[in-house]
Nanobody, 124 residues
Framework: QVQLIESGGGLVQAGDSLRLSCSASGRALISDAMGWFRQAPGKEREFVAAINWIGSETGYADSVKGRFTISRDNLKNTAYLQMNSLKVEDTAVYYC?????????????????WGQGTQVTVSS
């Protein structure tokens, strides 16, 4: 059984930075693409960022492009989301996920393991 545990969320002010981490246990996720999604109150879950199994390809939602950076450390079985220049509209619960596939996945359907989420709140 694979478990994904997110950490690093919190309350920050607009313009601040946060780094989210997603640690996996149960098995190595070296062959799995990883992704970050978020869900704001009253809204559907949306794609934020994704990375392929080796970290050579990344993809971002237009709303975070240039501000967020996804990365992974396969030796540590951990994925990261560096979030800079945070905006109020970035407020959401952020989820990490592991895909069934190795290549970059920007849709939620290929992801079969999900974390419990970490709250990010950005105040003005």
């Amino acid at each position: 059984q694979v478990q994904l545990i997110e950490s690093g969320g919190g309350l920050v002010q607009a313009g601040d930075s946060l780094r989210l981490s997603c640690s996996a246990s149960g098995r190595a996720l070296i062959s799995d693409a990883m992704g970050w999604f978020r869900q704001a109150p009253g809204k559907e879950r949306e794609f934020v960022a994704a990375i392929n199994w080796i970290g050579s390809e990344t993809g971002y939602a237009d709303s975070v492009k240039g501000r967020f950076t996804i990365s992974r450390d396969n030796l540590k079985n951990t994925a990261y989301l560096q979030m800079n220049s945070l905006k109020v509209e970035d407020t959401a619960v952020y989820y990490c996920a592991a895909s069934r596939f190795s290549d970059l996945q920007v849709e939620s359907k290929p992801y079969h393991y999900w974390g419990q989420g970490t709250q990010v709140t950005v105040s003005s």
